[in-house]
């Protein structure tokens, strides 16, 4: 009897391992715990790659305001930093190059100036990526300027000396009054040197005066270009 009762215990296992192996029991568990569990990570993936473009966009973000803001205080100012190209050994003052042209912003007409705003030339030729400037010692460079606290009114005239002329014998003004710019085409009152001798015209109708520079053409190596 208590053999007869074994036997159908064991039948009835049998029978429901036969009824579950053939429902793919077995095999449908281990699949969908193995998709799930890669669904899992395949989620942590995403979300970890996510997060990195996020990080990316927003490194990407902080240098385009970086650069705006350059731009703008740039564009607030109008000036144009730029490097003068090396002649030597040639001694030449009365033409320089700058490694900045019309790509760079750099326009025919505006002044150069050494960085303590004091003005040495004029930006005569541009190309894309240079600029070639005139400076106060070439001969064919002049402007009006004026002259100490009374703003006595002179013409420079360039030069390997470079002159201020047509100032009038009446008006006072002694060396050492401050040499500024009065032109209409760059900054009024920029600085351009100071009166240094002083003597008549070779007609005797005007005084005229030499220049002391504060800068040497050779030194200069950094400029500023702007109206």
Not at 40 to 48: A, R, T
Request: net charge negative; proline share 5%.
């Amino acid at each position: 009897m208590h053999q007869q009762y074994q036997r159908v215990i064991l039948m009835s296992i049998s029978g429901i391992l036969v009824i579950l192996i053939g429902t793919g029991f077995f095999i449908a568990k281990p699949l969908e715990i193995f998709s799930s569990l890669s669904h899992i990570f395949s989620l942590s993936s995403i979300v970890e790659e996510n997060t990195t473009l996020h990080q990316e966009n927003d490194g990407l973000k902080n240098e385009l305001f970086a650069l705006q803001q350059h731009i703008a205080i740039a564009s607030s100012t109008g000036e144009i930093s730029a490097q003068v190209f090396s002649a030597y050994p040639f001694n030449t003052k009365n033409r320089i190059f700058l490694d900045k042209g019309s790509l760079d912003g750099v326009m025919t007409g505006e002044g150069v100036f050494i960085p303590s705003r004091v003005l040495i030339g004029q930006v005569t030729r541009v190309t894309p990526h240079e600029s070639e400037v005139m400076t106060v010692f070439d001969p064919a460079f002049s402007l009006p300027v004026r002259i100490g606290a009374q703003q006595v009114d002179g013409l420079l005239k360039g030069g390997v000396s470079p002159l201020v002329t047509l100032i009038d014998k009446t008006k006072p003004i002694a060396p050492g009054d401050l040499i500024v710019n009065a032109s209409k085409d760059f900054m009024y009152g920029v600085t351009i040197g100071t009166v240094r001798d002083i003597t008549p015209d070779t007609l005797g109708a005007f005084l005229q005066t030499s220049i002391q520079f504060s800068y040497s053409m050779n030194d200069v190596r950094n400029v500023e270009v702007h109206p």
